[in-house]
């Protein structure tokens, strides 16, 4: 039962907690969440060490295998499953916290919407059965356009939940119908027997076409170009301790489901055709690691701001899954794992800024916070931190990506996790000198449209509670610090290897036989200079864009074509969704080319 | 086999599409969404089709009669109570929207932007 328990109990407490909202307390309620949280994080960290050796395989009312077609649903649990489960409750646990001097006047329906949404996101990351994982994909999405528009009294909030339910559910509709071909064709629902079924036909059409609609429906979740409009809309109105779990963990798990559906599902059949689909994953990756670090760069709401950088983040992750090898699946895992803490630290630092002068305006701050030195001194740690410096959690991950790029011949995507650390870094850093220190010009006439954001709190507040502080403080450091946890590289390697091997994927599921895997050596030495070059090219830009007008002149003369880029963004919901069907068609006719 | 259920499908597909992109009121928009979702209901129940199959009900026929393929039937109502769900919390944003902009046209939303 135990592999059911990080699904089931999140999920029995939140429909507990919604019961009886009207007769528990806010603070028992938040105590009953807390304790559902850190239970479900103890099983996913047991479920992580005994995953370690070979995959866990559990069958729901014990409907197992027989003659190789699956009778009932399971769980297939592997470290990355468990640990991203894990990582999913850590940040829950983070978002709880901070939460309880939040809403001072909502009643507990946010904890229960909080461990509904954790219970989505734990299910997607153990399931074996491709169904399955899109009943808990459509779960998790109720979940969060819900808690995304949990302020209804501000207009824009409204505005930007409607643009993320409404892509984001087309985007379960791309899956389904994905789904639906694949079992017409194979018969099966478990992710293994379909790999197996399609291994002894061809890429026809159909697999064609089924292949693109699952992937773009898990792509519009991780915000890839052009299906990234959503993101920043949702980031810019949602709670910020609900930021965090949608810039920490809910993009990377679009990711993760396409990296498993690929391993498991399409790699055998499709395993000939890998170096096009490389080719055809790194590019847009890195189109939307350029895209998100020139928007970051042009937005002056600090929460929409650090939006645009994780969506240019992701795109960099995003290469690293594409590599389709283990050391750049495991640079990817760590590079997400410390992405998440240090943009979650970053988001409750906004978060906090809101909480003391009701604004994220880096205009309207000015010079405001300049008697915080905490919120600062967590702020800019999380900005610098995005650059990856040598020894933090990103350079960790930035080694391994680079190390397997290199040997599959994409030795330039270096200069790309550069340019974006250092650009997204720089416009975190400039946001920081402005808000701490008074820096720079103050633009007070209103040439840029203002986000005006209610507050999550009422009234003033004079100093900032512990409960928000250690949250967000916790979060930076560990993200910083995740690097030097001993041996992580060689176990994300070992995982990853174990996670690519789609022989003895389908051998635990379909024959109860564990293939042994044998991971590769991680590489040795830690590099020093892309660390380096980012955060020094991260400082200067700061520097140059607040001190010097004339590098202001060329910087906005520099980015005047990318005006058009910025006029995109529009905020409606039908530019969107036509894009998504611009992209998803362009998607097609690339796999098209990439197949043939 | 019969492509016209798939045609129909498709159909759906790039309508609902076309109708969510093209809408000026959410009410609209939302219930295109739905025709989207329409869609993938007619194609799973062509998947499942079995031409003279019967309901998939074994308890007074023989096990060995040729029936309906239940499996995507259960998807379909799984689908639809999820759908559900997220029609309603749609539905309410949109009340919610004419609350506080005054309006139900998109284009008129231009609070976020940029």
Redesign the interface.
Same mark, same amino acid.
């Given at each position: 039962m135990l592999p059911v328990a990080p699904v089931a109990l999140p999920l029995l407490f939140a429909a507990a907690l919604a019961a009886l909202t009207k007769i528990i307390s806010q603070r028992f309620s938040q105590l009953i969440a807390v304790g559902a949280t850190l239970t479900s994080l103890a099983i996913d960290i047991y479920l992580l060490k005994g995953s370690a050796t070979h995959d866990i395989v559990y069958w729901f009312g014990n409907w197992r295998i027989r003659d190789g077609v699956a009778l009932g649903i399971s769980f297939t649990i592997d470290p990355f499953g468990a640990g991203l489960a894990g990582f999913a409750a850590v940040l829950t646990l983070a978002a709880l916290l901070f939460s309880s001097e939040f809403f001072d006047t909502a009643g507990n329906h946010f904890h229960a919407l909080l461990l509904a949404f954790l219970a989505a996101m734990s299910g997607f990351s153990l399931t074996g059965d491709m169904f399955n994982m899109f009943v808990f994909f459509e779960l998790m999405s109720a979940a969060a356009f819900a808690l995304c528009g949990y302020k209804t009294a501000d207009p824009g909030s409204l505005q930007g939940t409607l643009n993320f339910a409404v892509t984001n559910t087309i985007a379960a509709y791309f899956v389904l119908t994905g789904i639906g071909l694949l079992y017409a064709r194979t018969g099966a629902l478990n992710m293994a027997q379909m790999g197996r079924a399609l291994s002894s036909g061809r890429v026809d059409t159909l697999v064609l076409i089924a292949f693109v609609f699952v992937i773009c429906g898990y792509l519009v979740k991780t915000a890839i170009v052009p299906f990234h409009f959503w993101l920043a809309d949702a980031h810019a109105v949602a709670p910020s301790p609900v930021c965090v779990l949608f810039s920490g963990v809910m993009v990377d798990l679009g990711l993760f489901a396409l990296a498993r559906i690929y391993w498991a599902t399409f790699n055998p059949v499709l395993h000939a055709h890998l170096p096009g689909l490389t080719t055809l994953f790194v590019s847009i990756g890195v189109a939307t690691a350029l895209t998100g670090a020139f928007m970051c760069y042009l937005q002056r709401n600090v929460k929409r701001l650090l939006a645009f950088s994780t969506i240019s983040h992701v795109g960099l992750i995003m290469t690293g899954v594409a590599l389709f090898a283990p050391a750049g699946l495991a640079g990817a895992a760590i590079y997400a794992l410390a992405h998440g803490m240090v943009k979650g630290g970053l988001f409750l630092a906004a978060g906090i800024l809101l909480h003391r002068f009701q604004s994220v305006d880096e205009h309207d701050l000015y010079g405001k916070a300049r008697r915080e030195p905490a919120t600062a001194a967590v702020f800019f740690a999380g900005a610098v931190g995005l650059t990856g410096f040598p020894f933090s959690g990103l350079a960790a991950g930035h080694d391994l990506m680079s190390a397997s790029a290199k040997s599959a011949g994409f030795d330039w995507l270096r200069w790309i996790f550069i340019f974006a650390d250092g650009v997204t870094a720089a416009a975190a850093l400039r946001a920081g000198g402005r808000i701490f220190f008074g820096w720079g010009p103050v633009e007070r006439e209103e040439n840029a449209p203002k986000h005006e954001e209610k507050p999550e709190t009422e009234g003033r507040h004079q100093y900032t509670p512990a409960t928000m502080f250690i949250p967000a403080c916790v979060l930076v450091v560990g993200g910083l610090l995740v690097g030097f946890v001993p041996d992580l590289k060689q176990a994300a390697i070992a995982a990853a290897t174990q996670f690519e091997n789609s022989r003895a994927y389908a051998a635990s599921v379909l024959d109860s036989q564990y293939l042994r895997t044998v991971a590769p050596a991680a590489p040795e030495a830690p590099e020093m200079l892309p660390g380096l070059l980012a955060l020094l090219g991260a400082i200067v830009i700061a520097l140059v864009h607040l001190f010097s007008a004339r590098g202001r002149q060329l910087s906005s003369a520099l980015w005047k074509p990318l005006r058009l880029l910025h006029r995109l963004h529009s905020g409606h919901v039908g530019d969107y969704v036509a894009f998504l069907t611009f992209g998803m068609a362009c998607f097609a006719l690339l796999c098209v080319y990439c197949f043939s | 086999m019969n492509y016209l259920p798939y045609a129909v499908a498709a159909w759906l597909?790039l309508v609902g599409?076309y109708g969510?992109? =093209?809408?000026r009121n959410?009410i609209h928009?939302?219930m295109c969404?739905g025709v989207?979702?329409s =869609? =993938?209901y007619v194609?799973?129940l062509a998947?499942g089709y079995r031409v003279g199959g019967v309901a998939p009900v074994f308890v007074d026929i023989p096990a060995n009669s040729r029936a309906v393929d239940p499996?995507?039937q259960a998807?379909m109502l799984?689908?639809i109570v999820?759908?559900v769900?997220?029609t309603a919390?749609?539905l309410g944003?949109?009340v919610?929207?004419h609350k506080?902009?005054g309006t139900l046209n998109?284009?008129r939303?231009?609070?976020? =932007?940029?």
């Open positions: - | 597909f599409l969510v992109t =093209s809408s959410l928009l939302i969404v989207i979702q =869609s =993938s194609l799973l998947i499996v995507v998807l799984t689908d999820v759908e769900a997220v919390l749609l944003l949109a919610q929207v506080r902009h998109p284009d939303l231009t609070k976020i =932007s940029g």
